[in-house]
């Protein structure tokens, strides 16, 4: 039971504290049991098995080798395809769609699975450490907290270091973060980085920083109390942000293209011993372009993709590094239980067959704005800040090698089997060892709990908790041919669903990671699935579907019955439609057509603010403008890579609409605002007639036009997953080029500023779901 209950002892009470008699026992600190092993967690975003030079991969990972060399690999290790849902498995050990987490939050819907709400009968690890006396820490990545409550304001329930028991939190709330420029918090404070991209600031750098002050000083202060630590970094998720030296030191290793290398990590990792003598690579599907095919003006920037990734991957492996340093220079690395998951799933198959200069040009269905022409033009950028860049699909299936398919695709292993390591001297005995038990995400909780002595808990904070769904572990560290436990686990991400039983997997791909925007799904039940026998395929190459129907039909059904016990159905393939909160039935945290912000108010989330995509909408400023002219931010929603800004430049009002950082639609007023008190207005009309479409500008002073202007396109889903709107300046990097962050700020005083709704324009006579999927074919 947790809080464990104060139940002080009946006892003699004396009237004079100076009566011999008075005696009470010692007040003795909150510690978990003698020799608990210290925790640390690692998790790493978006590495595919075949990506690190410790599983046969490219990428030189000099930490990831040291800590195998004297610890342990594990080449059957799975987790759940997607990062929120990996996390959410990770932290809780229960299935993810157990602690409502089917998909990422911005998807979520009211369906129990997919809510993104933790039950809370399913407390977290961190929780259950902390109040057995640990100490609690987390940097990085935080992908778990529901949409509607990621505003400053909260609830904070879900947060790090509210609700999820960890002490300490250092790092960021969503799927991913400029690496230059990252929207941060301390606790639940937001904060803004050390220093800038120009003085060399980078996120996995900053995070590495705060994780090695925070141990030393765990150490200093409370030597003896183990402390339990989660490190989960950003990287090496898009945008893949590197400092060019190290994207520099692969220059020409992949000219020859994905096909090449997949060939050379399968041959290394049979080298290795990390896969299987007679492990067969699996064929390249016809969705994946051949190298040769690709187009020859396209091929040297695809190369770079690859060269700034592996950059990117080793420069993460480098300072993860610097933690383990400073725990072995404490002493406590031996009684360290180290956990390096590389990847919370399969490698990023979501930059398109050509990859991406800005990824979100792909989330917004428009991909097709980054010509080859275009790409060519961009090159030398990939990895800068001036970038949000994403490698080629060809790139992430080769990083998934020698196994099928990508990151979402939970269906068959490259999306969900993750090489990872454990190190902990004191525990275990041999070193450089190999296992190849069935494991999964899960199986990290009750291992952990396991280890350090503590009993799962059957009740936190006066709730009855559920017991967790992961298996330990531990019989592994110390038995290298142990027959495994952990024997049956489902998989499903977005209608892509398979199941493991005792050797045998039966799997089914429904959706293609990196078609976003349109394309045909089939019915479920038109679902083709396939049927392998893991104790002779280890890499799910022979499907014996043919061969063994009933043994097929025996995995489906159990299949069925493991989604049904764990929360899966109904199955939901659905995709633009679920980021529509009104479709897919979550709260938003602005009701109505209209919002009023103040100045001051920032680093609101995209939906801590009402939505103006794909419709008409204006922007009612109460300014006061000094006798010297006003200048900087009024309000502003996005940045470099897509948004939208009213604000005054050289005293004129002025409007400017950034697609994806590659075209910009400014309107300018025709005289400056006069001092005093006045109102600006700015109103978009929307074209109408589909997604993405334009419209006309206007500019009011006081309700007297004041220019007019025209844009010619729209983001018609998101305008980014980390920059954020700001009210008198703005935060993260700038919509426009007008202005640095430096020089944001308003100059004058801003009373309030309103946004308001129009009416959509085009098919409104429909229900909302029909008139987006119309939409969506329009487009």
């Given amino acids: 039971m947790l809080p464990i209950p104060d139940r002080p002892a009946p006892?003699?009470?004396t009237y004079d504290a100076k009566d011999p008699d008075t005696a009470y026992p010692p007040i003795e600190p909150l510690m978990p049991p003698e020799g608990a092993p210290n925790v640390l967690i690692v998790l790493l975003d978006d590495v595919g098995f075949g990506a690190t030079s410790a599983f046969g991969g490219p990428s030189r990972t000099p930490t990831a080798e040291r800590l195998a060399a004297s610890g342990l690999k594990y080449n059957r290790f799975h987790t759940t395809a997607l990062c929120a849902p990996t996390r959410a498995a990770l932290l809780s050990g229960r299935n993810h769609h157990s602690v409502g987490m089917g998909s990422i939050t911005e998807t979520a819907t009211s369906a129990p699975g997919n809510s993104s709400l933790r039950p809370n009968t399913k407390a977290p690890l961190a929780m259950t450490l902390k109040l057995n006396g640990y100490s609690t820490a987390q940097f990085g990545k935080c992908h778990e907290v529901p949409v509607w409550q990621s505003s400053p304001m909260g609830p904070f329930d879900a947060w790090p270091s509210g609700g999820g028991g960890f002490e300490t939190f250092y790092g960021f709330i969503g799927g991913e973060n400029n690496q230059y420029d990252p929207a941060l918090y301390d606790g639940t404070i937001p904060v803004e980085p050390p220093k800038s991209a120009e003085d060399g600031y980078h996120l996995t750098e900053d995070l590495a920083d705060r994780a090695v002050n925070w141990v030393r000083q765990q150490k200093a202060l409370?030597?003896?109390?183990?402390?339990?630590?989660?490190?989960?970094?950003?990287?090496?998720?898009?945008?893949?942000?590197v400092p060019k030296e190290w994207a520099d030191g692969y220059r020409g290793q992949f000219d020859d293209g994905w096909d090449a290398l997949r060939e050379r990590t399968f041959a290394r990792q049979k080298e290795l011993g990390v896969i299987p003598a007679d492990a067969e690579l699996t064929a390249r599907h016809a969705?994946?372009?051949?190298?040769?095919?690709m187009p020859d003006q396209l091929k040297p920037v695809l190369a770079r993709e690859m060269e700034v990734y592996a950059g990117f991957l080793e420069h993460t492996d480098h300072h993860v590094g610097r933690l383990i340093d400073a725990i072995e220079e404490l002493g406590v690395l031996d009684n360290t239980i180290v956990y390096y998951i590389i990847g919370d799933n399969g490698a990023s198959a979501e930059g398109t067959m050509n990859g991406a200069f800005n990824e979100m040009a792909n989330f917004n269905g428009m991909a097709a704005l980054e010509t080859p022409e275009f790409m060519v033009?961009?090159?030398?950028?990939?990895?800068?800040?001036?970038?949000?860049?994403?490698?080629?699909?060809?790139?992430?299936w080769a990083m998934n090698t020698p196994f099928q398919w990508t990151k979402q695709v939970a269906s068959h292993w490259g999306g969900t089997r993750n090489g990872t390591i454990v190190h902990w001297p004191n525990g275990i005995d041999e070193r450089g060892g190999l296992r190849s038990q069935f494991t999964h995400v899960i199986d990290v909780a009750p291992t952990i709990l396991e280890a350090t002595g503590l009993p799962e808990p059957t009740m936190v904070n006066g709730v009855q908790q559920s017991p967790m769904e992961g298996t330990s572990m531990l019989y592994t560290f110390n038995e290298a041919?142990?027959?495994?436990?952990?024997?049956?686990?489902?998989?499903?991400?977005?209608?892509n669903r398979g199941i493991y039983f005792k050797g045998w997997s039966a799997v089914t791909k429904h959706r293609t990671p990196w078609v976003m925007v349109g394309g045909t799904l089939p019915a479920f039940d038109d679902d083709v699935w396939e049927l392998y026998d893991g104790s002779q395929d280890y890499s799910q190459a022979e499907n014996l579907a043919g061969k063994f129907p009933d043994k097929l039909a025996h995995l489906q059904r159990l299949?069925?019955?493991?989604?049904?016990?764990?929360?899966?159905?109904?199955?939901?393939?659905?995709?633009?439609?679920?980021?529509?909160?009104?479709?897919?039935?979550?709260?938003?945290?602005?009701?109505g057509n209209s919002q009023l912000l103040f100045a001051g108010m920032g680093r609101l989330s995209e939906n801590s603010v009402v939505s103006i995509k794909?419709?008409?909408?204006?922007?009612?400023?109460?300014?006061?403008?000094?006798?010297?002219?006003?200048?900087?931010?009024?309000?502003?929603?996005?940045?470099?890579?897509?948004?939208?800004a009213l604000y005054v430049k050289d005293g004129k009002a002025k409007f400017v609409y950034n697609v994806l950082g590659i075209q910009q639609f400014a309107t300018e007023a025709d005289r400056p605002i006069p001092a005093g008190a006045h109102q600006v207005r700015m109103e978009f009309a929307y074209d109408g007639g589909g997604l993405a479409k334009g419209g006309d500008v206007a500019l009011f002073y006081d309700g007297n036009p004041a220019g007019t202007g025209r844009v010619g396109a729209t983001q018609p889903i998101v305008f980014s997953a980390d920059e954020t709107t700001d009210v008198g300046y703005e935060?993260?990097?700038?919509v426009s080029t007008d202005y640095t962050t430096g020089t944001s700020h308003f100059t004058g005083k801003i009373k309030s500023v309103r946004i308001d709704l129009g009416e959509d324009t085009h098919d409104h006579h429909i229900d909302p779901e029909e008139r987006l999927r119309v939409a969506m074919a329009r487009q």
Wanted: hydrophobic content about 40%.
């Fill in 11 to 13: 006892g003699l009470t």
């Fill in 222 to 241: 409370m030597p003896d109390k183990p402390f339990f630590m989660y490190f989960a970094p950003g990287a090496t998720h898009a945008p893949h942000h």
């Fill in 287 to 293: 969705e994946i372009t051949a190298w040769d095919d």
């Fill in 731 to 734: 935060s993260g990097t700038t």
């Fill in 377 to 396: 033009g961009k090159m030398d950028e990939f990895g800068s800040p001036s970038s949000y860049n994403h490698y080629s699909v060809g790139w992430a």
């Fill in 559 to 591: 299949w069925l019955i493991e989604a049904t016990k764990y929360g899966v159905l109904p199955l939901d393939d659905r995709l633009i439609e679920r980021a529509n909160p009104d479709i897919a039935g979550r709260p938003t945290l602005i009701q």
């Fill in 481 to 495: 041919d142990a027959q495994e436990r952990h024997d049956l686990q489902y998989f499903e991400m977005a209608g």
């Fill in 614 to 644: 794909n419709k008409s909408f204006a922007i009612t400023a109460e300014v006061e403008v000094p006798d010297e002219a006003a200048e900087g931010v009024i309000i502003a929603q996005g940045g470099r890579f897509g948004g939208w």
